[in-house]
């Protein structure tokens, strides 16, 4: 479907320059289905809804705020069918969630950066909070998107606005407020691969002053991966999810918020299939992207959980007051083939349990149109531990032998941070901030090894950190229709511990990295407040980046280790537009092209082997997503409505060697949802993701007994939605 032709950028490093017939084939299908209501069409009457933020801690306009922001609505969640946060990144420019599968990874690239903490020495660039606040390490990322009133993702550097410091972007959910009108739903999905999900909502007011909301949902799947030697599925959906929010306005200055939320998760669940024998015969056995031939029972298990205390508080000069209180707890484990065949060699079980305490206060200013400002204070006390471990089996060269890592990490993070901005004129003003950070870490690692491969060690460490994260930048209002901005600002992501399995403690320490981002955006509305366009170009440079990659060893496999690359560079533009086409018809596009690459990896592969100017792992060049939406009544109280997007992105590479084992091609994927509204209350639709039954790889690594392995994405699922609202 996609035709691709490669030539060379002047940083000797094959740029990509891609088509699609689908894009034509988008294009005579719009034309056909919109026929004469696109030429005829009144448009006096429809405009495009303003879309507030709190990205910057006030209630604002979208088109005003000077930072690239992507938002994501009840509706447009709805419509896209994203349960989940993994499902909404495709369509955000320069967002990559996920590359394998399992959410307990939570991988998220934003700008052609990102990782993961794959073990508790390690962080990872990017924040997710829920109502505020922070929800812990990366398997907590994956959040479940019911219940929800917007989705914010911020790109870059925002540690002026946020209680952690973020270096590729944050992602700010806000939950739907409990209010004094009640209102209630069910919802009912069923589709194939036995799919079932089943979710209530409820808002009940329970006096003049306190209201409440729950919800609750259950989601089952049958696995669309067979194992043929256990005879059972893999890659099911097991999960249940859980909110339960109170709110109380005891005047009308002061807001008391409490909430308490949970999800579990446990399915059998792989993280690849081979793609070649590798000395064992796992391919051979079951050659194919939806079988594997696993002797290792695999699962996965994940849970979070956790409360929250909120408070506003506006005082009679207009100054508001905001205090957080939070505990989280996050914790995952997993068991995993390693050798990818029906022998038994070798499996590996990764955990974590994470525990975290978190306070803010923040202070803002009236909202004065010369000054206004915010002051904050954050606390975040987390505690980490893990029990991973990786055995062979009766077939491996040294028989039933174990290597296990034991270790805990602590972290006391202490930040004062202030944003503020000021008007020049109507016209120019001036924002800015910073950040002062404190952040004490602790490690405590073993290493108990019985396989010869690995290391017998102990390892005690512990480091201070002090930052000082700055943000300078210059918006002009052209006029009210269009906003022109650049900003500047500092990031830093703390170093730590690569607290795997390990072969040497001689680079277990790794230190922290930094980024220096330009940013310079146009936000504008134009044809009678029918379009918005917003563009971002951005150019990010990195100091000492942190990169996973995987290292071979004496034994011919391979190991991961976290290194310092000495320097990187991120560039690339975003764009993002909605277009009323007529009163029935929208479109809507996120396109972002980014260079994101090693400028000096020296010794990046081992002595004298160098990495400069390869391409970031899971960096695409080029990403796009398109979406049209055509809403229409078809009787005085029946509506239809039908959604269809789709998705680009181009190839990339699972590691900064940038060789052909650990190249991934691009891909294309469609989704559509159609159905009816009936009265306001019934919502039936039925829906489809990966229409097309694309089959290609998103994930392609080596295991470390050397076996070629990859994550296919999830085939065409489709299904029935039915909701009923209670008012």
């Known amino acids: 479907m996609v035709l691709s032709t490669r030539v060379w950028a002047p940083c000797n490093r094959p740029l990509k320059i ?73 369509a ?79 992602i700010n959910i806000t939950t739907l407020k409990p209010n004094k009108q009640f209102k209630a739903s069910l919802q009912t999905e069923s589709g194939n691969y036995r799919y079932r999900s089943h979710t209530v909502q409820v808002n009940t007011p329970i006096t003049q002053q306190l209201y409440s909301s729950l919800q609750l949902g259950i989601t089952k799947r049958d696995g669309f991966i067979d194992n043929i030697t256990l005879d059972r599925d893999l890659q099911g959906i097991n999960r249940q999810v859980g909110r339960l929010k109170l709110r109380y306005l005891p005047n009308d200055r002061l807001e008391i918020n409490i909430s308490a939320d949970g999800l579990n998760e446990d399915i059998h669940a792989t993280n690849a299939v081979a793609l070649a024998d590798g000395g064992f015969t796992g391919f051979t056995t079951a050659p194919d992207a939806r079988k594997v031939a696993h002797d290792t029972p695999e699962f996965e298990k994940r849970r979070y959980w956790g409360g929250a205390l909120t408070s506003q508080y506006v005082g009679e000069t207009g100054y508001q007051f905001e205090t957080i209180t939070a505990y989280r707890e996050t914790a995952f484990s997993e068991l995993s083939e390693e050798d990818y065949s029906p022998l038994d060699v070798a499996s590996s079980l990764f955990d974590e349990d994470n525990e975290q305490w978190s306070q803010e206060f923040r202070l803002l200013s009236p909202q004065h149109d010369a000054f206004d400002y915010i002051v904050g204070l954050y606390y975040l006390d987390q505690n980490i531990s893990t029990q991973r471990y990786a055995e062979t089996g009766e077939n491996f060269i040294i028989p039933n032998a174990k290597v296990t890592t034991p270790a805990a990490a602590d972290t006391r993070s202490v930040a004062v941070y202030m944003h503020g901005n000021y008007s020049l004129s109507q016209q120019w003003k001036i924002n800015g901030g910073l950040r002062y950070t404190k952040e004490d870490k602790r490690i ?53 511990w690569n607290a795997d399995f390990l072969s040497t403690l001689d680079n277990i320490k790794f230190d922290p990295e930094y980024a220096t981002s330009l940013e310079i955006g146009v936000k504008s509305t134009s044809l009678d407040q029918l379009i918005t366009l917003n563009i971002a170009g951005f150019i990010t440079k990195f100091k000492d980046f942190q990169v996973f990659q ?42 972002a092209y980014v260079d994101a690459a090693f400028d000096r990896f020296k010794h990046g592969g081992g002595i004298g082997i160098h990495y400069d100017n390869n391409q970031l792992p899971y960096a695409p060049d080029f990403s796009s997503h398109l979406a049209i939406d055509y809403q229409k009544a078809i009787s005085q109280n029946t509506e239809f409505f039908t959604h269809i997007s789709y998705n680009y992105s181009d190839g990339y590479y699972s590691n900064p060697n940038n060789r052909d084992a650990y190249t991934l091609d691009s891909y294309d994927i469609v989704n559509a949802k159609s159905g009816i509204v009936i009265d306001k209350k019934w919502h039936i639709s039925l829906w489809a993701k990966n229409l097309l039954d694309e089959t290609y790889l998103r994930q392609r690594t080596v295991s470390f007994l050397g076996v070629p392995r990859g994550y296919y994405e999830t085939p065409r699922t489709y299904g029935l939605s039915v909701k009923y609202l209670f008012r």
């Not at 210059?474 to 703390?494: E, Q, V």
């Not at 290292?551 to 991120?570: E, Y």
């Open 550 to 591: 995987f290292v071979p060893t004496a034994n011919n496999g391979t190991i991961l280790a976290l290194t310092n690359a000495s320097k990187v560079t991120s560039r690339g533009i975003e764009v993002e537009t909605v277009y009323i086409l007529s009163d029935a018809l929208r479109f809507s596009a996120s396109l």
């Open 444 to 496: 405590d690692y073993r290493s108990i090894d019985s396989t010869g491969l690995f290391i017998n060690a102990q390892h005690k460490d512990s480091t201070v950190l002090y930052e000082l994260s700055p943000k300078l930048g210059l918006a002009y209002h052209a006029n009210n229709r269009t906003l022109l901005y650049s900003s500047i600002s500092r990031g830093f992501k703390s170093g730590g």
């Open 18 to 90: 891609t088509s699609c017939k689908f894009y034509r084939r988008l294009l005579i299908a719009l034309a056909a289905s919109i026929g004469n209501s696109f030429c005829f069409a009144d448009t006096r009457h429809v405009t495009l809804e303003e879309v507030i933020v709190t990205s910057q801690q006030r209630v604002e306009n979208l088109q005003d705020v000077p930072i690239a922001i992507s938002v994501y609505n009840t509706t447009q969640l709805d419509r896209l069918g994203a349960n989940t946060l993994a499902e909404l990144a495709p």
């Open 92 to 170: 955000i420019p320069s967002i990559n969630f996920g590359q394998g599968g399992r959410s307990s990874r939570g991988e998220i690239s934003i700008r052609g950066v990102g990782d993961y903490s794959r073990n508790i020495g390690s962080d990872a660039r990017v924040a997710v909070y829920v109502d505020g606040v922070l929800t812990g390490r990366s398997s907590s990322f994956n959040q479940y998107l019911h219940d929800i009133e917007r989705v914010e993702v911020l790109r870059g550097p925002q540690g002026t606005l946020f209680g952690k410091n973020t270096l590729s972007g944050a």
